[in-house]
């Protein structure tokens, strides 16, 4: 994997590519619902492809939030 990690936002489409590899795209993986890995030919990760990407961010950043803020209060 390179160090060259790209992320792209396609907004019209609210897709979010997160490219780790040039490497060409052998095969692809939907490991949850909206959430697929693209693999090259040594079955390998080389990208992920989020739809409704907006959505998935913003649900992610409140759950990683709410969990903070969880273990704060168990921890007083």
């Given at each position: ?8 936002y ?67």
């Amino acid at each position: 994997m390179s160090d060259k990690t790209r992320m792209i936002y396609f907004e019209n489409e609210d897709v979010l590519h997160i490219l780790l590899s040039e490497e060409e795209e052998a095969g692809s993986v939907e490991i949850s619902p909206n959430i697929t890995v693209e693999l090259n030919e040594a079955g390998e990760m080389i990208g992920v492809e989020i739809l409704d990407a907006s959505e998935f961010l913003k649900n992610a950043v409140l759950e990683s939030v709410q969990g903070k803020l969880l273990l704060e209060k168990m921890a007083a």
